[in-house]
């Protein structure tokens, strides 16, 4: 087992499975944290944050952090997943989250299929 993120995502592509240290939730969502935030916890409202998101074969998708973007998004607007994950984090906190096709994107048309993987950096909660 490694403590580098990259690392545990290739662990993890590799595998098919969340990393053996993954906290699952009642949902199926898994997550570890990386890095214990300190700020608050977001409600429904308004974020800021960075993220890269995987598909289980180890294909990125998405990445504000590879555009060098921060997305801003409304937490009760999110995949079921993201919105149950963000709501586990604080300000400054990062968390690599695995995500069941259940609570991500349900097989619809021109998404990412399967679970999927993302690593997601929670900069602000927006009041």
Known sequence: ??????????HYVA????????IQTSSG?????????WGKTPGPH??????????TDGVMFDSRVA????ASLQVDALIDGWTEGLQLMKEGGQYR??????????GEEGFPKG?????VELI???P
């Open 97 to 106: 989250l695995w995500i069941p096709e259940a609570l991500a994107y349900r």
């Open 115 to 119: 679970t999927l993987v993302f690593q």
């Open 29 to 37: 969502l898994s997550y570890i944290v990386l890095v214990q935030g």
């Open 15 to 22: 595998f098919g499975a969340p990393v053996a240290n993954a």
């Open 1 to 10: 087992m490694t403590d580098n993120p990259q690392e545990s995502c290739v």
């Open 46 to 55: 308004g974020v800021t944050l960075h993220y890269t998101g995987w598909t």
């Open 67 to 70: 555009r060098d973007k921060i």
């Open 124 to 126: 602000t909660v927006v």
